[in-house]
């Protein structure tokens, strides 16, 4: 149904020619069908009252992983006429369409199936492989212009069912019964479901009318405490305020669980707030780090751009080549229909030349017994025999003209075969042309390869960078206890010092912690505690085997020598 709403709105809105609003059928069916996609395999959240299924809680998360998507955020909630997550789910979406960018929102959401699986279940269709295939059918919603006004839209009341009746489409090849039946079935079904939601509304309706009597009669029977006997009435009344003291129980259970976590909260606070100023620091030295590494990332973006570009374009030239292809093989169809056609007439022509010549050598037959055996008869023949002769003639004269014919015709077949040899020609170039746009296939997956080489890269710094942050005052305490030794910078580094490989987006550097020079990762994938750090740090090849021969207690020994430097209370 994703496929069909999503398709069949793109082909309306072109059809359509103009920007789109918010009574558009083909686009409020679109909403509606996302709605459920987004609902399926939601998981339940218990609340105070009532239990909670809503598709709000991981739209919100969309402004946590992208940084745009906050906009869009503030502005759902301010918007004033909105007072269920729902509500405010669905004027998320339609706030993203028109910004074009649902697609990427969604995209970033799908990734991260950690998080993700906080509020579906394993089985729903955003954790599935389905969710990416609708994302990326939510990208051709971008030649769309949409022009929604959404404050004046009652969002929370709207009951989201799929009218089916838009996406039936008639098929000559089905027959009339088994298309009435199928129709019938897909109706029968919407009028279930409609039917469904008309009971559930009817419950909920009910649902709040026995709330509503319950606080009544606890308002009466407050009243006739004062009256009646206070004992008999207390019974009665603690009966009925039994499950309004377990819910009370339960919800001061929560509210001991919230205060705790707002303590636990409150404390990580100003914990980070004490790490905040070491922080700063080190977010200072990696801010250089970052720039060039968002100048490489321009340059990725610049070059995928022309990547995409250079794909267009020989879609396009495929495209071409292709109708010229099709207008070429009718032409060539059609030349041997006619060349079919010319055979039949050269046969039949063929066949009437022989006839002639039949009836020619009868005729001499026959004069020349007439002659012999008539000889005294000539005189009264002589009528019959000129008769003959204008047959003859006139038999001489068609064949004549049916040689002329002949000829005309083998002229044709000449030309129609010099027309063919030039199409095999023509035929054999775009051959070649299929040829070379193979090749330039061939290229295009070659740079295909090596975007997705970079985009790892990429991934692989984004990482790392998450890593760096960490490991800033491992890095001080080093340099502290290395003061003898020289840290190199990255600038003064293009090659590994081990195996002399080259440094790239792909290749990259990495600091010794023992020795100070830069390594690959293969030439420094070791790690051991140094004097400068109880932790394993990363070490290169040659210092591992160095280290690895010294006796353990040595490095016990230093670490305690150094802690009790930077501790001067500790005693030995």
Not at 10 to 37: K, N, W
Not at 147 to 166: H, R, T, Y
Not at 326 to 352: F, G, P, V, W, Y
Not at 477 to 500: R, S
Request: with cysteine; hydrophobic share 35%.
């Amino acid at each position: 149904m994703a496929k069909l709403s999503i398709k069949g709105l793109i082909e309306s809105a072109l059809s359509f020619g103009r920007t789109l609003d918010s009574d558009y059928p083909p686009l409020q069916q679109f909403f509606v069908v996302m709605e459920h996609c987004l609902k399926h395999g939601l998981k339940v959240r218990k609340s105070f009252l009532s239990y909670n299924k809503t598709i709000w809680g991981p739209l919100e998360l969309v402004e946590k992983l992208y940084p745009e998507a906050e906009e869009i955020a503030a502005s759902v909630r301010d918007l004033p006429g909105l007072k269920t997550p729902l509500g405010r789910a669905r004027a998320w979406l339609r706030l993203a369409l028109m910004q074009k960018k649902m697609a990427d929102y969604l995209r970033c959401l799908i990734i991260q199936r950690d998080l993700l699986s906080e509020f579906y279940e394993y089985h729903a269709l955003m954790m599935e492989e389905e969710g990416a295939v609708i994302v990326g059918l939510l990208v051709g919603l971008n030649v769309i212009d949409a022009n929604l006004c959404v404050k004046g839209e009652d969002l929370d009341s709207q009951v989201g069912v799929i009218d089916f009746s838009m996406y039936l489409k008639s098929d000559d090849d089905i027959g009339g019964k088994e298309r009435n039946v199928q129709i019938a079935a897909i109706l029968d079904q919407k009028n279930y479901v409609e039917e469904l939601n008309r009971q559930l509304n009817s419950t909920v309706n009910s649902l709040h009318a026995r709330v509503d009597s319950l606080e009544k009669s606890n308002t009466k029977l407050i009243e006739e405490v004062t009256k009646v006997d206070v004992e008999a009435e207390l019974q009665t009344y603690k009966h009925s305020r039994q499950g309004l003291d377990e819910m009370y129980n339960e919800a001061r259970r929560q509210l001991r669980e919230e205060s705790q976590l707002r303590q636990d909260m409150e404390n990580e606070l100003m914990v980070q707030v004490s790490m905040k100023h070491e922080i700063e620091l080190a977010m200072k030295l990696l801010e250089k780090d970052i720039h060039e590494k968002q100048d490489t990332l321009i340059g990725l973006r610049q070059q995928l751009d022309e990547v995409k570009a250079i794909n267009m374009e020989m879609y396009q030239k495929l495209q071409v080549t292709e109708d010229a292809m099709k207008e070429k093989n009718e032409i060539i169809s059609r030349l041997e229909d006619k060349t079919n056609q010319i055979n039949a007439t050269m046969k039949q022509l063929e066949q009437r030349l022989q006839q002639a010549e039949k009836a020619q050598m009868e005729a001499e037959n026959e004069d020349e017994k007439l002659q012999e055996e008539y000889v005294n008869k000539s005189e009264r023949l002589q009528n019959e025999f000129s008769q003959k002769e204008k047959q003859l003639l006139q038999l001489e004269t068609d064949l004549k003209i049916e040689k002329e014919w002949r000829q005309t015709l083998e002229d044709d077949l000449q030309k129609e075969k010099e027309t063919i040899s030039q199409l095999r020609i023509e035929t054999q170039e775009i051959i070649n042309l299929k040829k070379e746009f193979l090749k330039l296939q061939e290229k295009n997956k070659q740079l295909k390869r090596i975007c997705q080489d970079q985009e790892a890269a990429l991934q692989e710094l984004a990482s790392k960078l998450s890593e760096s942050k960490l490991k800033i005052e491992d890095i001080k305490e080093a340099n502290k206890a290395l003061q003898g030794q020289v840290w190199l910078k990255d600038k003064e580094a293009t090659h590994c010092k081990l195996c002399e490989k080259e440094f790239s987006l792909s290749k990259r550097k990495h600091h010794c912690r023992n020795c100070g020079e830069i390594f690959c990762n293969a030439c420094s994938d070791n790690e051991l505690p140094l004097p400068s750090s109880p932790k394993p740090v990363r070490v290169c090849d040659s210092c591992h085997a160095i280290l690895i021969q010294r006796p353990p207690c040595s490095l016990k020994h230093n670490n305690i020598e150094i802690r009790a430097m930077n501790n001067p209370t500790m005693t030995s």
